[in-house]
């Protein structure tokens, strides 16, 4: 699998030993940043890039490091197309895959060890979107708020 990663200082040491361990087990890593430890970075000069890769289909899945996670998973969520999340337990990883078709994982480098986070990084890419109607529907209704920012309800019921 072609998998995008990106990391500000928060998640630079995360993301080094991530991308070496699925580089290891046969993935194809592309590097978004940030290549050194620089305390002066910011999130989104390496978050939104990958995000854009995974949205235009450059890299299937992509994962995200900052120092708790919610910030990497804010700026890639404004890229139409992504669907990214902050995991920290190994259902989440795959559920998100299979039932909301995520395609970005956003993890703590300050929040979760290294066997934990390659817990959730192997469950995320070992997971498959299942493609259920339901599962489509939802996503369908999400697609209407990118495709038309602002629109969050329609008609008298609140629905989308």
Known sequence: MRIGIAADHG???????????????GHEIVDFGN????????????????A???ASGEVERGIAICGSGVGASVAANKVSGVR?????????AHQGVEDDDMN??????????????????WAFIG????????????????????????REKGGETGRI
């Open 104 to 121: 970005v994982i956003c993890l703590g480098g300050r929040v979760v060890g290294y066997a934990l986070a390659w817990e959730l990084v």
């Open 52 to 54: 854009r890769a995974v």
């Open 35 to 50: 290549r050194e430890l620089l305390s002066s970075d910011d999130y989104p000069d390496y978050v939104i890039p990958m």
């Open 127 to 150: 997971a498959q979107y299942k493609a259920e109607e339901r599962f489509k529907r939802r996503l369908k209704k999400i697609s209407i708020l990118e495709d038309k920012p602002g």
């Open 84 to 92: 990214a999340a902050l995991i920290t337990d190994a259902f989440s």
């Open 11 to 25: 998640g630079f040491e995360l993301k080094e030993i991530i991308a070496k361990k699925l580089h290891d087990a």
